[in-house]
T-cell receptor
Framework: DVKVTQSSRYLVKRTGEKVFLECVQD?????MFWYRQDPGLGLRLIYF???????EKGDIPEGYSVSREKKERFSLILESASTNQTSMYLC?????????????FGSGTRLTVV | GNSVTQMEGPVTLSEEAFLTINCTYT??????LFWYVQYPGEGLQLLLK?????DKGSNKGFEATYRKETTSFHLEKGSVQVSDSAVYFC????????????FGKGTRLHILP
């Protein structure tokens, strides 16, 4: 069964810490995405990548960065965590040029910044 | 630009009731349309999709028909179960190589036993 795996289901970090959220997919997908999900706001795109070493800003990139050194892995980095980054983070992937096939999502990481 | 509007929740129904969650869209050309479901504490799962007008997507008793004339993709189920309690997202994508999926804000569904 194809999978997108997020390294942690729950994470608690302190304000000011550097936080790494990891996402790995085993489907040889070119496209990978990071979203955050908040009540009443739906899914908001943070960053995405169409290939190794490539990254593009989404709708809310401020306070975040990403890394894509290998095709299967897409990391989201919170440079200095703040309480307003407490949220559910979702990773997704898809084949490039076949977006009509939909995205495959990971199970999410619920991050709490205290 | 492309957008998706779906009915706000929460929607509360009794078990075995008929379900409709409305979804309308704005898009140029002929988008692909999706319904995703998110169970508590989980990520999103693709529930069904339709890629051209008049197509009907179906899965797990849920159905949605791609209506270009009304720009709609309403989700329906004839008899809901408690296990259908989840958040449902309507979504669309364009047909260009690098188009991304645009999601609605989600509709929370509660099914009472």
């Amino acid at each position: 069964d194809v999978k997108v795996t997020q390294s942690s289901r729950y994470l608690v970090k302190r304000t000011g810490e550097k936080v790494f959220l990891e996402c790995v997919q085993d489907m040889d997908h070119e496209n990978m995405f990071w979203y955050r999900q908040d009540p009443g706001l739906g899914l908001r795109l943070i960053y995405f990548s169409y290939d190794v070493k490539m990254k593009e800003k989404g709708d809310i990139p401020e306070g975040y960065s990403v890394s894509r050194e290998k095709k299967e892995r897409f990391s989201l980095i919170l440079e200095s965590a703040s309480t307003n980054q407490t949220s559910m983070y979702l990773c997704a992937s898809s084949l490039r040029g076949r977006v009509f096939g939909g995205y495959t999502f990971g199970s999410g990481t619920r991050l709490t910044v205290v | 630009g492309n957008s998706v509007t779906q009915m706000e929740g929460p929607v509360t129904l009794s078990e075995e009731a008929f379900l409709t969650i409305n979804c309308t869209y704005t898009a140029t050309g002929y988008p692909s349309l999706f319904w995703y479901v998110q169970y508590p504490g989980e990520g999103l799962q693709l529930l069904l999709k339709a890629t051209k007008a008049d197509d009907k997507g179906s899965n797990k008793g849920f159905e949605a028909t791609y209506r270009k004339e009304t720009t709609s993709f309403h989700l329906e189920k004839g008899s809901v179960q408690v296990s259908d309690s989840a958040v449902y997202f309507c979504a669309l994508s364009g047909r260009n190589r690098d188009d991304k999926i645009i999601f609605g804000k989600g509709t929370r569904l509660h099914i009472l036993p």
